[in-house]
């Protein structure tokens, strides 16, 4: 998907969370890196229209986020720094099939789809559980599924491996890097991004770098030693 920034800028009360950005992104895999505050959140918000830019503008193959915020919603879908406030509904299974049931999926082809995408993440042993028995990385491929569903074409995940140990990590991270979707990570867990073609370093509301990963990474400390 084609995403495109125009002198996009975020300001909340005053204070500049991101400064006016122009670029284009085309890429499947996409890291955002920084330090704590430095926008990179606010910079995945402005993607999905959670945030709207307060100047300049932000689109999705051509959808304006502004104007049309509908549809870039049902083009994207956004993993949450803590999946656990993401999933809603009691048993996972239910919360998964909440996107299609919605979209009028009923029956059959309702199970089907739940049970295809619960299949694809390795998690189908999980459906008939309750959220809080799930362990992190079960809830963040669960929060994924729940994602996945609604077939977006853009998957944005907010630190997706914080939290998690080695075993979790190594396993969210597999799944994230075997996604056919295209995937933005933000990520203070630079082994997370370090194959990816295109990583964006953010310092203090601008962009800093934009380039790979192998050089990202090394701006990136840089600005950390500072
Ligand atoms: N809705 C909001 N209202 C007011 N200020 C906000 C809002 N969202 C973000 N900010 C401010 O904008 C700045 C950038 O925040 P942002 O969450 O984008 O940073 P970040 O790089 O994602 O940080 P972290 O790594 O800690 O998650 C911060 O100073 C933050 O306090």
Excluded: W
Aim: charged residues 25%; proline residues 4%; hydrophobic residues 50%.
């Amino acid at each position: 998907m084609l995403i495109q920034f125009d002198r996009a800028t975020a300001i909340f009360d005053g204070h500049v969370a991101l400064e006016p950005l122009t670029l284009t992104l085309t890429e499947t895999r996409i890291g955002v890196i920084g330090l704590n505050g430095s926008g990179k959140s606010t910079f995945a918000r402005l993607i999905n229209g959670l945030v709207k830019p307060s100047a300049g503008c932000v689109t999705l193959d051509g959808l304006d986020t502004a104007r049309d915020a509908k549809a870039v919603l049902a083009l994207t879908g956004f993993i949450f720094q803590n999946p656990a406030n993401q999933i809603i509904l009691p048993v996972v299974g239910e919360d998964i099939a909440m996107g299609p049931r919605a979209r009028g999926l009923k029956g059959k082809a309702l199970d089907e789809a739940v049970g295809a995408v619960a299949e694809r993440l390795g998690i189908a042993h999980l459906l008939l559980r309750r959220p809080h028995e799930l362990s992190g990385g079960e809830l963040q491929l669960a929060a994924l599924a729940a994602v996945l569903v609604n077939r977006p074409k853009l998957v944005i995940f907010d630190e997706p491996t914080n939290q998690l140990d080695l075993k979790n990590r190594k396993r969210v991270a597999a799944t994230i890097h075997g996604l056919e979707e295209q995937a933005l990570v933000i990520s203070h867990d630079l082994e997370l991004i370090a194959d990816f073609p295109r990583v964006l370093v953010f310092d203090r509301g601008r962009l800093a770098f934009d380039g790979a990963a192998e050089d990202a990474i090394v701006r990136y400390r840089e600005i950390a030693a500072c």
